[in-house]
């Protein structure tokens, strides 16, 4: 018998590692942190890429929360607003940027992140 190798499907990894970034635009509470979560613990032992997506993303995720966190403390300086402003469309512009990355299958690292994974 001859061995057959099979090649891991480059599709379906740069589907998972692109919805590990667009959860991140799912607008119920903690969805953004746990969802590239939950995709990196379903697929780390499976997909290298797959995994480095969803740790990258997760990682933007917990700071942006903690952007936001510090922002809503410091809208009683009123810059606070302004602050909130900006970090939710830098979020916004900055996943989807990663999400057409997955897509081509090229590797994306948040800028200002602190990596938590």
């Not at 590990?20 to 746990?34: K, T």
């Not at 090229?106 to 800028?111: L, M």
Request: one cysteine or more; glycine letters at 6%.
């Amino acid at each position: 018998m001859t061995e057959v190798t099979i090649e891991p499907n480059l599709e379906i990894e740069r589907n998972w590692a692109m919805l590990s970034h667009l959860l991140a635009l799912v607008p119920i509470p903690l969805v953004p942190v746990l969802g590239p979560l939950l995709i990196w613990l379903i697929k780390r032992g499976e997909s290298p890429f797959v995994e480095a997506h969803a740790k990258e993303s997760a990682s933007f995720q917990m700071t942006v929360l903690l952007a936001l966190l510090i922002s809503g403390w410091l809208c009683l300086f009123i810059i606070g607003f302004l602050l909130i402003i900006g970090v939710l469309i830098a979020d916004v512009v900055l996943i989807i940027t990663a999400a057409f990355k997955a897509k081509k299958g090229e590797h994306f690292r948040y800028p200002f992140t602190l990596r938590f994974f």
